[in-house]
């Protein structure tokens, strides 16, 4: 009669002792030893609880291939173009968007006391206070902005990009100072400080400027500033910013 290996158990049936042997493999030896049965699982009940491991272990089997498809998925690098045509679809182009920016008497005032810089800025705030989603993103290490242009698709920003932004920005301050003006010309002749507080403004709006120079960059800066995206809430590894020539 055969007889088990491990703990001398004896046993009539073969069946049955392949079975023992194969299930007292898994109980530690001085227990074995220690009680032939009392105090040992049985057959039925280790195989239930080899069955639970086995489901356990599959399911974080399966868990761990879907975290690696996430984790590859996110990693991806994709061209910032085909991340921007894929993400975001803005209401309305560049060109239009611009045309729909207000400039009111209280950005007006506000210039009276501040930069042209501050101001432009204060402007386009209000603008996308108004509609977050803009047709105009910045994100990236340096200040790369990116449009939606009138083939509703992106592009990279060009001078021409700010040239429009700012010039429409600076005639709706004329307007709103040249009504100002209308509205003061008397006391302009009466007051001195009002009279200085148009020239003031006057030469603030001279300084605007429509290509690259000191007071173009830092309009350019405190744009991308306001609006540039937080890359961590994309993962900086999705993106490739370096496009194709």
Request: aromatic share 10%.
């Amino acid at each position: 009669m055969p007889s088990c290996p491990i703990c001398d158990k004896v046993y009539v049936s073969n069946g049955a002792y392949q079975r023992h042997v194969t299930a007292c493999k898994f109980i530690p030896p001085t227990a074995a030893a220690k009680n032939k049965a009392d105090n040992l699982p049985s057959y039925s009940e280790l195989c239930h609880l080899l069955q639970e491991v086995m489901i356990k272990c599959s399911a974080m089997e399966q868990k761990i291939v879907v975290l690696e498809t996430i984790i590859n998925t996110r990693k991806k690098k994709v061209g910032v173009f085909e991340w921007l045509n894929t993400n975001v679809s803005p209401p309305m182009n560049y060109v239009d968007w611009v045309k729909t920016i207000q400039v009111k008497k209280s950005h007006l005032t506000y210039l009276f006391t501040n930069n042209i810089v501050d101001a432009v800025l204060n402007i386009v705030n209000s603008t996308i206070t108004l509609s977050p989603l803009i047709p105009m993103y910045a994100f990236g290490k340096t200040q790369t902005f990116y449009v939606f242009n009138q083939n509703n698709e992106w592009a990279a920003a060009e001078i021409m990009t700010f040239t429009r932004l700012f010039k429409h920005v600076e005639t709706g301050l004329w307007k709103m100072l040249n009504e100002w003006k209308a509205q003061n010309l008397a006391e302009m002749y009466e007051n001195v400080s009002v009279s200085e507080k148009y020239q003031k403004t006057i030469s603030k709006l001279t300084d605007i400027s429509y290509t690259p120079n000191d007071v173009y960059n830092k309009m350019k800066t405190k744009i991308y500033n306001a609006i540039k995206m937080d890359i961590k809430s994309i993962m900086e590894d999705e993106i490739d910013f370096k496009e194709p020539v």
